[in-house]
């Protein structure tokens, strides 16, 4: 009897783990179909610029401050528009990707760039924008 009851229970077991593995394995795709959206940084630290030397790209880096650690993904983006801007400012939003679980709490930075390739010939600057503490404006030194 105690047989019996040994292998019922390891087959129950078995059985769990089965469906466990299996339901883990469909959850999978899905999970990398749905990419995590960044969240716009509240503070804005430094934005730096640096031209090529013949002065067909900029490549522009922003840090933000972010209140825990484990943020990730960072992307600085540029604004879309269907003008150039008046003033000759063009516009990014620093985002990340807010951290799952257990962080340390301590607050840290993030950093992000893009480069530009052939920038209109009237860029003069470009501003990074925060949720929070506004934004960082630098202007060029052509």
């Given at each position: 009897m105690l047989r019996f009851v040994r292998s019922a229970c390891f087959?129950?077991?078995?059985?769990?783990?089965?469906?466990?593995?299996?339901?883990?394995?469909?959850?999978?795709p899905d999970e990398k179909k749905q990419e995590k959206k960044g969240e716009v940084l509240k503070t804005i630290i430094d934005v730096t610029y640096e031209f090529?030397?013949?002065?067909?790209?900029?490549?522009?880096?922003?840090?933000?401050q972010v209140p825990t650690g484990g943020?990730?993904?960072?992307?600085?983006?540029?604004?879309?528009?269907?003008?150039?801007?008046?003033?000759?400012?063009?516009?990014y939003e620093l985002t990340?990707?807010?951290?799952?679980?257990?962080?340390?709490?301590?607050?840290?930075?993030?950093?992000?760039?893009?480069?530009?390739?052939?920038?209109p010939a009237g860029i003069k600057g470009v501003k990074v924008y925060g949720a929070d503490k506004g934004a960082k404006t630098v202007k060029f030194d052509k």
């Open positions: 087959a129950v077991v078995a059985c769990a783990l089965t469906i466990t593995v299996a339901v883990a394995q469909d959850k999978k090529s030397k013949d002065k067909k790209k900029v490549t522009v880096t922003a840090v933000g943020w990730s993904g960072a992307k600085l983006t540029r604004k879309p528009t269907k003008t150039a801007p008046k003033d000759g400012i063009y516009e990340a990707v807010r951290p799952t679980g257990i962080v340390t709490q301590a607050l840290s930075k993030v950093k992000a760039s893009d480069t530009w390739e052939n920038p």
